[in-house]
């Protein structure tokens, strides 16, 4: 009880801290540097933002749909109200309300405030585009187990990407209870009989926001790039299979998530909503509507009890099949062909995945955990992944986990593309560990063993390192970083232009079920190929804490 007592206490002292700093940086509401031309009409009234020093449009906080707070928490996104007067969307809105994170970790970048009013957009677009033409659109959604994360996150910003002629956008989604909770009530009383996914559906929402209002800003309607990292790219994969974002987008760029290996099936709509209910019964209400009236904050700690396992249980707040966003599995809708068909550009970092076969340093350690992951399939296992001495050990299981985590995952996404789809599937390999400032101390990252690790790759694909510098040096970036960073970018901006990644430096090849060849992003970026035996033998094995385990994973990721 003590513990319980002293969480809530925790979670509602952050609120109140976070709360008061979005109230102060509110007050002023004065745009030094205004863009000529503004405002900018859109379809709920006039939106004025600000100019960069780089001479890039920038507007921050612009709503996208109605506040989900009252009696629309637990609904899906509702229009937003027009206004009258300009809109001043120069400061960046709250994030969705989520526990909040230590100060010492790595992706820390500044606080931010949070609140459940969180259904705003930023966007970054060029300083000006080519009489009659138009710049493709990027639409990033943010990674955090679909439990925290943040549209106004430093590490991606898109200011740099924007300068390479890309209208960026960050999008905020509901997250954690508010945004995934399913309950009886809440599917009764639903048009759609259906609940929870509301975070999905405030993603479609943003995704219809763009449809209507990006061209007046510069953007292409028609060349939309859905982009996301963890959650954020099982969230696009999502997007791919739900018939409710159909026409919204034109490519994706999935880093590190998907949902279509074994054992990565949403729950059921009656499954899902045990959560809602344990949620009521953890706060002692005795119904939907008494559970609208609880204050965030107590939902916040119910929540963290959850998380933490403590007496409330292990329950957790997901997504499901719903019969409106996900009426059926996605591997079903990808058997029969129904996702959208659109080019894919995904991938993966070579050190994200860990478990005991990573820890391994002994034949006898290896051979333990082979067994306790693979049963009666460990010699199958065993002839794939042979070690002949101790100090083969660490090369081979840092290769049998890669494989069996997050590598099986991206690769399954792109088999089932590639099966019914027409449109062309792009996969790489993120190997390049980040050169570290030399004795910096990070409470989730042990820089010398961290190598590629989960997230990585972000601020190399968005252009983005400097910000690990912001709040205290964490990294000493080299020329190479530099260089492969621009690589990167140039390749991202190419398929969000024109559906292939091609350019003058990097070549990435089609990814076929024959030749199964992706690009590897490392200390130099090559061409390799999946050893297809290894990789369909994890096909059918849900190997435990390899999928999206990062090795290390960092907390706000």
Same mark, same amino acid.
């Given at each position: 009880m003590q513990n319980s007592l002293r969480l809530r206490g925790a979670v509602l002292r952050a609120l109140l801290a976070t709360t008061a700093l979005w109230m102060s940086s509110a007050q002023a509401q004065i745009v030094e540097n205004p863009i000529p031309g503004d405002p900018v009409t859109v379809d709920t009234g006039n939106v004025s933002g600000k100019l960069l020093p780089s001479g890039i449009r920038a507007y921050f906080g612009v709503p996208f749909a109605a506040p989900p707070t009252g009696d629309r928490r637990w609904r899906e996104p509702q229009p937003r109200e027009a206004w009258k007067g300009v809109y001043n969307a120069e400061r960046f809105a709250p994030e969705c309300i989520q526990i909040l994170r230590p100060h010492n970790i790595n992706h820390y970048f500044g606080e931010e405030a949070t609140s459940e009013d969180c259904l705003y957009l930023n966007i970054w677009a060029p300083a000006s585009m080519p009489q009659g033409k138009k710049a493709p659109v990027i639409l990033w959604l943010y990674g955090g187990g679909l439990s925290i994360g943040s549209a106004s996150m430093p590490n991606y910003g898109g200011e740099n990407l924007a300068k390479k002629g890309v209208v960026y956008i960050t999008a905020g989604y509901r997250v954690g209870a508010f945004g995934f909770m399913a309950h009886p009530e809440l599917t009764a009383t639903s048009p759609h009989h259906a609940s929870g996914n509301y975070g999905h559906l405030d993603q479609?929402?943003?995704?219809?926001?763009?449809?209507?209002?990006?061209?007046?800003?510069?953007?292409?309607?028609?060349?939309?790039?859905v982009m996301g990292q963890s959650a954020g790219a099982s969230s696009a994969f999502s997007l791919q299979a739900s018939?409710?974002?159909?026409?919204?987008?034109?490519?994706?760029?999935?880093?590190?998530?998907?949902?279509?290996?074994?054992?990565?099936?949403?729950?059921?709509?009656?499954?899902?909503?045990?959560?809602?209910?344990?949620?009521?019964?953890?706060?002692?209400?005795?119904?939907?509507?008494?559970? $609208?009236?609880?204050?965030?904050?107590?939902?916040?700690?119910?929540?963290?009890?959850?998380?933490?396992?403590?007496?409330?249980?292990?329950?957790?707040?997901?997504?499901?099949i719903?019969?409106?966003?996900?009426?059926?599995?996605?591997?079903e809708i990808f058997a029969s062909g129904e996702q959208s068909d659109v080019p894919?550009?995904?991938?993966?970092?070579? *050190?994200?995945?860990?478990?005991?076969? $990573?820890? !391994?340093?002994?034949?006898?350690?290896?051979?333990?955990?082979?067994?306790?992951?693979?049963?009666?399939?460990t010699d199958q296992f065993l002839k794939l992944y042979p070690v002949g001495s101790d100090a083969d050990v660490a090369s081979v299981s840092a290769t049998a986990v890669r494989d069996g985590g997050m590598a099986t995952s991206m690769r399954s996404w792109a088999l089932g593309q590639v099966a019914k789809g027409k449109a062309a599937t792009y996969v790489y390999m993120y190997s390049h560990p980040h050169s570290y400032e030399p004795g910096v101390a990070i409470a989730d990252l042990n820089p010398a063993t961290a190598g590629a690790y989960h997230t990585s790759e972000v601020p190399f694909f968005l252009l983005t390192q400097d910000v690990y510098n912001r709040i205290r040096r964490?990294?000493?970036?080299?020329?190479?970083?530099?260089?492969?960073?621009?690589?990167?970018?140039?390749?991202?901006?190419?398929?969000?232009? &024109?559906?292939?990644? &091609?350019?003058? *430096?990097?070549?990435?090849?089609?990814?076929?079920?024959? &030749?199964?060849?992706?690009?590897?992003?490392?200390?130099?970026?090559?061409?390799?190929?999946?050893?297809?035996?290894?990789? *369909?033998?994890?096909?059918?094995?849900?190997?435990?804490?390899?999928?999206?385990?990062? !090795?290390?994973?960092?907390?706000?990721?």
């Open positions: 479609v929402a943003a995704l219809q926001w763009i449809q209507r209002n990006i061209e007046r800003f510069g953007g292409d309607p028609n060349r939309v790039t018939p409710l974002a159909k026409g919204l987008f034109q490519r994706i760029v999935g880093m590190s998530g998907g949902g279509l290996r074994a054992g990565s099936d949403p729950v059921s709509q009656t499954e899902a909503e045990q959560s809602g209910l344990e949620l009521q019964r953890t706060l002692k209400v005795g119904s939907l509507a008494d559970l $609208r009236n609880v204050p965030a904050d107590r939902i916040l700690a119910a929540q963290a009890e959850f998380q933490l396992g403590g007496t409330a249980g292990t329950v957790r707040f997901r997504p499901n719903d019969a409106h966003f996900m009426p059926r599995t996605p591997r894919l550009l995904i991938g993966f970092t070579r *050190d994200e995945s860990g478990n005991e076969l $990573r820890t !391994a340093r002994s034949i006898e350690e290896f051979n333990t955990a082979a067994k306790k992951y693979f049963g009666d399939k964490t990294r000493a970036w080299t020329d190479y970083d530099r260089a492969l960073a621009n690589k990167m970018s140039d390749v991202l901006v190419a398929f969000a232009s &024109t559906g292939n990644p &091609t350019t003058n *430096d990097v070549k990435p090849p089609k990814f076929t079920v024959r &030749t199964q060849e992706f690009t590897e992003f490392g200390d130099e970026i090559s061409t390799r190929r999946f050893d297809a035996k290894r990789m *369909d033998f994890f096909s059918t094995v849900n190997m435990p804490g390899a999928v999206g385990a990062g !090795a290390p994973r960092t907390p706000r990721d």
